[in-house]
């Protein structure tokens, strides 16, 4: 096996990494509250520093937030090793750019969609134009998502939608909900769901904000009372969006910091290298040296399955264990990180950004409280243990 980049894709690194290092707003790295692995710092991109927005229509201009799509729909047209390639550069910065529509609602609607509605949809999303929400879980439907009762009901040329969606990640700062509807209560189990997008603006629509464990306004609850959309909206075929659900799952549990994290792991070292206790460098003790060491293995351990999947997707194939196996690993790295930071850094590490003291510019103090929830986001690590056993394995289900 050999792992290493094509001359084609090192160029097209260097092109990345040199465009970061030019548009990124000054100080954005070190600055950022951002943790690899984490949700709850999105609105430290996209509400505290606008200048972040600035550097995402830069890279809707190059084609960079649609990196793998056909050039036709706005894309660069290039593989999804590129694409990878450009996600693991931006991690690596802590920077902003591919968002939902990027990266799950566009990819689903490329294999699912009609004609009709790629035009429609892919190049506005290509351009940076419009953001989606992702409305999937309810107050009584998070892992047992097929039990969502929201329904939608055919009304001539239209839907009409009544119902709640909760754990709404940036549903106030996007423009239309990706959303997953009830259409046939009577059918057997997950043969009556349709996905369909939904308009923001749409009369009959309440968001209200629920606020994250680092006192950030990320998420919310929305309430859908009498909201009309058109048919046309469908994504595909209706009652056949659990299938779609199940793909959009998977591109989602795609979008890993992996190069975020090897930059945290890189800064940990840094520390310990720079700081002494009792006299002594923290760099010499064993059982730090251990701890990085091991951070160091699983960080290898996932990038290799990052590559694999992208690797992949270049052949036509669509991950599905393998984007439970790399959803898993990093986000329980995620929080491996921030646990090893806490150990190693012990009450500095609870500084927060503004302390002259905060190791990490404070970000490993909302790290910690961050990474419990991409342990939860997208299906919850014991979810993912499932997938992997039943698919994966071919064990029963119980
Ligand atoms: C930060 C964050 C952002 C989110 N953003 C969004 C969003 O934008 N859009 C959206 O639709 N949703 C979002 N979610 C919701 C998320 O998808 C759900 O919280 C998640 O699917 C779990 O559902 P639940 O909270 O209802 O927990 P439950 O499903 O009630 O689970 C409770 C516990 O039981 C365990 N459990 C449940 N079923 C099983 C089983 N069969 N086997 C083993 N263990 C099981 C779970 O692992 C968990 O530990 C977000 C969540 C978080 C934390």
Not at 117 to 136: D, V
Request: glycine share 10%.
């Amino acid at each position: 096996m050999d792992f290493r980049f094509t001359g084609q894709e090192e160029a097209f690194r260097r092109e990345v990494d040199d465009f970061i290092q030019r548009e990124l707003p000054a100080n954005w790295t070190e600055e950022t509250l951002y943790w690899p692995g984490g949700y709850g710092t999105i609105p430290d991109f996209e509400e505290i520093n606008p200048a972040t927005e600035i550097f995402r229509r830069k890279l809707a201009e190059k084609g960079w937030l649609a990196i793998s799509w056909p050039e036709e729909y706005g894309g660069a047209g290039r593989t999804h090793i590129e694409q990878a390639i450009f996600h693991e550069r931006i991690s690596y910065y802590r920077a902003t750019g591919p968002d939902i529509g990027t990266l799950i609602s566009g990819p689903a609607i490329m294999r699912f969609g009609s004609d009709e509605m790629k035009r429609e949809w892919l190049p506005r999303i290509a351009r940076g134009e419009i953001r989606f929400w992702l409305a999937y879980s309810e107050p009584n439907a998070g892992s047992d998502l097929a039990s969502i009762k929201t329904s939608a009901v055919e009304d001539g040329d239209d839907l009409v939608i009544n119902g709640q969606k909760t754990w709404s990640s940036g549903a106030h700062t996007s423009d239309y909900a990706w959303m997953a509807v009830m259409m046939d209560p009577d059918a057997p189990a997950r043969k009556g769901i349709s996905l369909v997008i939904v308009d923001n603006k749409s009369e009959g629509i309440t968001i209200r904000p629920i606020i994250n464990i680092l006192g950030l306004h990320s998420f919310n609850e929305v309430f859908f009372d009498d909201v009309r959309v058109p048919q046309r909206n469908i994504v595909g075929e209706k009652n056949q969006g659990w299938y779609y659900l199940m793909v959009a799952l998977d591109f989602e549990r795609l979008v890993v910091a992996i190069g975020g994290m090897r930059r945290t792991l890189e800064e940990l070292i840094q520390y310990v290298k720079g700081t002494s206790r009792n006299g002594q460098a923290l760099s010499c003790d064993p059982l730090i040296q251990d701890k990085l060491a091991e951070l160091a293995i699983e960080i290898e351990v996932a990038d290799m399955f990052f590559w694999q999947t992208a690797w992949m997707l270049d052949r036509g194939l669509l991950p599905n264990i393998e984007a439970s196996v790399l959803k898993l690993a990093t986000t329980e790295l995620s929080w491996k990180l921030a646990n090893t930071a806490m150990e190693v850094m012990g009450p500095y590490a609870q500084l927060e950004r503004g302390s002259k003291w905060a190791p990490l510019g404070g970000r490993v103090c909302t790290g910690y409280l961050d990474c419990i929830s991409a342990l939860v986001g997208a299906g919850t690590s014991e979810i993912q243990r499932n997938i992997i056993a039943l698919r994966g394995l071919g064990l029963p289900w119980s």
